[in-house]
């Protein structure tokens, strides 16, 4: 009798055990799962002060917490930086790490945009995107997007890209919004983010173009992002697709306007099942 007593209070105690080990484990499953997402167009190190100073800019980046950080104009060896290796630096003083997409050549080294994160690194892509040459009455110069798919919060795939449209071409921008389209295009499998200074305003052509196939993460004010101290018009931007996988739950562009001449633009996402 002693013995079946024991043995019942054995089994009871394991399924209260395994009851509440079922309840913890659905509790886990059902915490929303978020991501944070920064761009910022670095202006190859240099603020507005005249200063090159990238940890300056990596003080910035970490004040904003975020899981994936889009760069553009950054430099790696380039003379008037210092020779510095920015994307390198920046991924060393962040505790992330970096994926570097060159789009030209400049002054003994390069110049391009960049990826930061914190998540698992499954694979990288360097996309060339349509320019216009430069003559002797216009300057311009090469553009690109670097992508890369991480492992997200929930454990599944998620690509995210940096990206720079050209700064006084309109055609090259419009271009260059379909080219985005065509070369990332909505993969319900893989949900996108897109973040990058698109040197155009919100209701731009090449704006509306990208609309086509991203969500626009931008708050209701339209907040300007350039120039820094004081700024006047939205250029930078964050996109995702497909909009059914993502929440918004915060938007806005930082009050920072010394370590570049643009102010950073943070996304904060809940992930969704679709």
Partial sequence: MIKTLQVRH??????????????????????????????????????????????????????????????????????????????????????????????????????????????????????????TLSTGQRTTYPRGAISVTVRAPNQLPLRFISTHFQHNVPEDRLAEAKAINKFFPLTPALPSILAGDMNAVPTSAPVVELQKHWANAIDPERTPSAPSQQPKSRIDYIFYQPAQQFRLKQTEVLSESVASDHRPVLAVFELLKD
Avoid: F
């Fill in 10 to 131: 054995v089994i009871c105690a394991l399924t209260v055990a395994l009851a509440t080990w079922r309840a913890g484990s659905t509790a886990d499953a059902a915490e929303p799962t978020t991501l944070r997402v920064l761009c910022y167009n670095i202006h190859y190190g240099q603020g507005t002060d005249g200063r090159y100073d990238v940890a300056r800019l990596a003080n910035v980046i970490k004040a904003a917490k975020p899981d994936l950080v889009a760069l553009q104009e950054v430099d790696v060896g380039v003379k008037r930086s210092g020779r510095v290796h920015q994307a390198r630096r920046l991924a060393e003083l962040t505790n992330m790490s970096v994926r570097y997409g060159p789009t030209q050549h400049y002054q003994g080294g390069l110049y391009g945009n960049a990826v930061l994160t914190h998540l698992p690194i499954l694979d990288v892509h360097i996309q060339p995107l349509p320019y």
